[in-house]
């Protein structure tokens, strides 16, 4: 058995570039899906007024929450967003640094190294810190921020421990470097790719786990077959089989399909599982990649001190530092991230579907940030398809169904979106809506929509009067007099005067222009939303 560490080292290194390559095929056959059912149906003509066809039933599908009414004093405030978000990420921090240290205090305990409050701590920042700076790429930080966290969780454990050391003379920093590598540097890599690359983040920490799953499977075959011809068992299994089958390539071929194939049916049912508990909301999609990446961590951390003693299961102690994420969102989630009875305030998207331009940083650093704050609705399209693709969706599409979730009528949008649409998850945030419409139930849906949002934000970049859609969305804005703001993005090649002319009268404007740099249009846009 001492040759499971390795194989559980290969196993975690091998399985991230084939969870890349997974999620890059899934989401291209998600996003050719998703546009042949949208256009499944053909769409009727859109104008600017209300087409005949919109039914009463689909204004009264999602009728506004039965609560006090929304004023401009009880909307938003940018120092509540402000003070939300640094609790959230405060308590996620903390969360790392409480794996840290008891990881640690275990890891040094099974190991034998003398413990010392300083050397509990340079250990513990050190397994913090990759978990640190996942949580920066999570926020979206500014790259200067970015940078600044990153060099601080390298250096300060790195100097903590270097001074723990000094006293004993227990190594040089050339080792203390090596060490660090694997601690650090590996899963710092293997984060970043999980959940730094903008296009993969959705599906990639979703797809890790069972692709790891399968990973370990295989290997466990390959070795389970060298076992048995070492044993002489092979001799005798091939002198039992037809001819045809008794090669020596078929029994490799089936020695490593047959863990394969059952570890796909495993992780096919273990997902099924997960999306029932996340459509039930036992957890979050944060909290799913939390989970995922404290495991990363601590499996990188755990596989030198086991493989050094032979396999022997107590050097997994540390693993038990994992527990402190479903402790954390169950006991302390609900005391410190639950913020007092309000109304939610629900935003709605809009956007120039099929615009050459980049529309996903939109999504990334405005839209996230606004759960803080309340749910979103949104029509999903291939443009966002990456940033949307959560459990429940990802397993609805491997199993074939995802003409379940698209409207033809007023009733399944109401189906879709029911009470629970303004609850929040237990990390205290809420959720995204993406509503999936065929040609001819995009302009229904909006109407529908309409009548549960307070807030719109509407990305007009690139609008020309030849955009029919945006044109029929303009105007049912500006006859929908029940909305607090309507927040406008354009940019240089916008037809304003077009736009302007049918959004004429309504619910107040605010026109944001798009800046060069993306992070100051982020906040133009955040203090148009939910102004100081």
Request: proline content about 7%; some cysteine.
């Amino acid at each position: 058995m001492t040759f499971l560490p390795a194989m559980l080292a290969f196993a975690l290194v091998l399985a991230l570039p084939l969870t890349l390559l997974v999620s890059g095929l899934v989401l291209l056959l998600y996003r050719r899906t998703l546009l042949r059912w949208m256009a499944r149906r053909p769409a009727p003509a859109a104008t600017a007024h209300v087409p005949a066809f919109l039914a009463q039933e689909w204004r009264m599908a999602l009728p506004p929450p039965a609560t006090s009414p929304i004023t401009d004093g009880s909307l938003p405030r940018r120092p509540e967003l402000i003070r939300r978000e640094r609790r959230f990420w405060g308590f996620l921090a903390m969360l790392w640094l409480l794996i840290g240290l008891s990881g640690a205090l275990l890891y040094l305990v099974v190991v034998g190294i003398p413990l010392s409050p300083l050397r509990i701590l340079g250990v513990g920042l050190a397994w913090a810190s990759p978990g640190w700076m996942a949580l920066g790429l999570m926020a979206r930080l500014p790259w200067r921020r970015g940078l600044t966290l990153t060099l601080g969780c390298v250096l300060v454990p790195g100097l903590i421990l270097w001074l723990s050391m000094v006293d004993q003379g227990a190594g040089t920093t050339l080792q203390l470097l090596a060490w660090l590598l694997p601690l650090q540097g590996v899963p710092f890599v293997a984060l970043s790719l999980l959940v730094g690359l903008p296009a993969l983040r959705a599906t990639a920490p979703l797809l890790y786990p069972p692709v790891l799953a399968v990973t370990l499977l295989a290997l466990a075959g390959q070795a389970a077959l060298m076992q048995l011809h070492n044993l002489g068992f092979s001799t005798r299994l091939m002198q039992l089989l037809p001819p045809m089958i008794a090669r020596p390539s078929v029994l490799i071929l089936v020695a490593h399909l047959l863990p394969v194939l059952g570890g796909l049916w495993l992780a096919h049912g273990l997902s099924r599982c997960l999306a029932h508990s996340y459509r039930q909301r036992h957890f979050s999609d944060l909290s799913y990649s939390l989970g995922a990446a404290a495991l990363v961590v601590l499996l990188f951390a755990v596989i030198p001190s086991w493989s050094s003693s032979g396999a022997d299961g107590r050097a997994l102690a540390p693993l038990l530092a994992w527990l402190w994420l479903p402790i954390g969102f169950t006991l302390l989630a609900p005391q410190l991230l639950m913020s007092p009875p309000r109304q939610a305030t629900t935003l709605l998207v809009l956007r120039l579907f099929r615009r050459p331009g980049p529309v996903g940083w939109l999504f990334d650093q405005v839209v996230q940030r606004w759960r803080f704050l309340g749910p979103v609705l949104l029509i999903s399209g291939a443009d966002l398809a990456m940033r949307t693709l959560d459990a429940d969706e990802l397993t609805g599409f491997i199993d074939g169904r995802l003409g379940e979730r698209f409207v033809d009528t007023a009733a399944d949008l109401q189906r879709q979106i029911g009470a629970e649409a303004t609850s929040t998850d237990h990390d205290g945030r809420y959720r995204v809506h993406d509503i999936c419409c065929t040609d001819s139930s995009w302009q229904g849906t909006l109407e529908a929509l309409l009548q549960r949002s307070q807030l719109v934000l509407m990305d007009l970049r690139g609008f020309q009067a030849a955009n029919l859609g945006c044109l029929h969305e303009l105007g049912r804005l500006a006859a929908t007099p029940a909305l607090r703001r309507v927040v406008l993005l354009v940019d240089g090649s916008t037809d304003r005067v077009t736009a302007a002319t049918a959004f004429d009268g309504g619910s107040p404007v605010c026109w944001v222009e798009e800046r060069r740099l993306r992070h100051p249009t982020m906040e133009a846009l955040l203090t148009a939303l939910c102004p100081g």
